[in-house]
């Protein structure tokens, strides 16, 4: 059974840093697409980025409020993505999901993790 | 970037009948949607990919339609359990901002 565990959330200071991580088990890791979504108390599914498979380039995408301010990497020999996130603000408050996107269907998100919430918060 | 357009925000409606969401992509995105669904406290679930393939496991009277920059979901004789928040997705990317299916 596909499987996405996320960890690292927790309570941080604006300003401050954080990384999450996601532990990959019961698919080909290394041949998805990861992505990271979130998703503020009471709000909607906002797409906070992604990343790539090795094989077609490794690089990653991110949306416009958190560019420049999150890194997501990844580590197919453990199975792991993970989201470095730096001078973070009160607006990123919310629970994080990992998800993985399957290309045989038209990269949608057809595994996802149970969320690790992340509050800042002074 | 490509905004998600979902209406309605809020749909009230009864067990029984069919229901319909639109959304729509302010520029085309081909057949790349899919269509989640998200109970309280609980992970997105894939519905529909590709604008209008039922992922297995799904019930047939979740269904998907379009192309382009307008899509629309339907959930025919709609049964307690699918009361819910409905999102639709561009190509692993943008969400809809969401449409809630309550109880009329």
């Given at each position: 059974e596909s499987q996405l565990v996320e960890s690292g959330g927790g309570l941080v200071k604006p300003g401050g840093s954080l990384r999450l991580s996601c532990a990959a088990s019961?698919?080909?890791?290394?041949?998805a697409w990861m992505s990271w979504v979130r998703q503020a108390p009471g709000k909607g599914l906002e797409w906070v980025g992604r990343i790539k498979r090795e094989s077609d380039g490794g690089t990653a995408d991110y949306a416009a409020p958190v560019k420049g301010r999150f890194t997501i990497s990844r580590d197919d020999s453990k199975n792991t993505l993970y989201l470095q996130m730096n001078s973070l603000e009160a607006e990123d408050t919310a629970l994080y999901y990992c998800c993985s996107g399957n290309s045989g269907l038209g990269?949608?998100?057809d595994v996802w993790g149970q969320g690790t919430r992340v509050t800042v918060s002074s | 970037d490509i905004q998600m357009t979902q209406s309605p925000s809020t749909l009230s409606a009864s067990v029984g009948d069919t229901v319909t969401i639109t959304c729509r992509a302010?520029?085309?995105?081909?057949?790349l949607l899919a269509w989640y669904q998200q109970k309280q406290g609980k992970a997105p679930k894939l519905l529909?990919?590709?604008?209008s393939s039922l992922k297995s496991g799904?019930?047939?009277?979740f269904s998907g339609s379009g192309s382009g920059t307008e899509f629309t979901l339907t959930i025919s004789s709609l049964q307690p359990d699918d009361f819910a928040t409905y999102y639709c997705q561009q190509f692993g990317g943008t969400f809809g901002q969401g449409t809630k299916v309550e109880t009329k």
């Open positions: 019961g698919f080909t890791f290394s041949n990269d949608a998100f | 302010s520029q085309s995105i081909s057949g529909i990919f590709k604008a799904v019930p047939s009277r």
